[in-house]
């Protein structure tokens, strides 16, 4: 692996797998992610924008309170290659504090935004306790160029044990998420896979 100190799947022979989902939460997109989640007993992280927490903090806390986990996707969504490291590490530490604001616990997982982050703002996430999530399955819902059914054999002939699965509750991907998430979740269930949260 070309990028060691990042976590791209998880691997287990209990046949776990991670969703996560990127950029919310968005009001209505978010509750209805969670809503999916539920019929289908699977659990899931939530890599959230902090600007998004600090408009929206009733859904963060729906969101735990369905038992999934929150990640750290920076305060204003900065593309990592095109941000100075000091820029990105306050961007970051932005996020902490609005998620101080409505909930006492740390966050300890982070997930750059476009997965573009240069090794000198991981190595100080990391030294600070982060893990840096990446993912071994990209749906590509937030892509509108791509069909419905495009997106959902993106998902579904990439899936194995162990995999971290990108999704996106934002309104750009909404259109995929929507036709994709449950037959994903259709999928995995029969595949006997379980969801879990990542931690």
């Known amino acids: 692996m070309i990028f060691p100190n990042y976590i791209w799947d998880i691997s287990n022979t209990e046949n776990k797998i991670y969703l996560t989902f990127d950029?919310?939460?968005t009001p209505e997109i978010t509750h209805w992610t969670l809503n999916e989640l539920q019929k289908y007993e699977a659990k899931a992280t939530f890599f959230c924008i902090g600007?998004?927490?600090r408009k929206y903090p009733e859904i963060y806390k729906e969101i735990i309170q369905n038992g999934h986990a929150i990640g750290n996707h920076t305060f204003n969504h900065l593309n990592g290659w095109k941000t100075n490291t000091q820029t990105y590490i306050e961007n970051a530490k932005l996020f902490?504090?609005?998620l101080s604001k409505i909930?006492?616990?740390k966050c300890n997982l982070f997930r750059p935004p476009y997965g573009k982050i240069k090794s000198t703002q991981a190595t100080v996430l990391r030294k600070s306790g982060y893990k840096?999530?990446?993912?071994d399955v990209l749906s590509a819902d937030y892509d509108q160029t791509i069909s419905t059914e495009e997106c959902l054999e993106n998902v579904l002939k990439n899936i194995s044990s162990g995999s971290i699965i990108v999704?996106?509750?934002?309104?750009?991907?909404?259109?995929n998420l929507e036709f994709v998430l449950p037959r994903t979740l259709e999928f995995i269930k029969e595949k006997g896979f379980i969801c879990e949260a990542l931690n």
């Open 51 to 53: 600007d998004n927490l």
């Open 96 to 98: 902490e504090t609005e």
């Open 132 to 135: 840096i999530i990446m993912w």
């Open 103 to 105: 909930d006492p616990r």
């Open 23 to 25: 950029d919310g939460p």
């Open 167 to 175: 999704f996106h509750d934002s309104i750009k991907g909404f259109k």
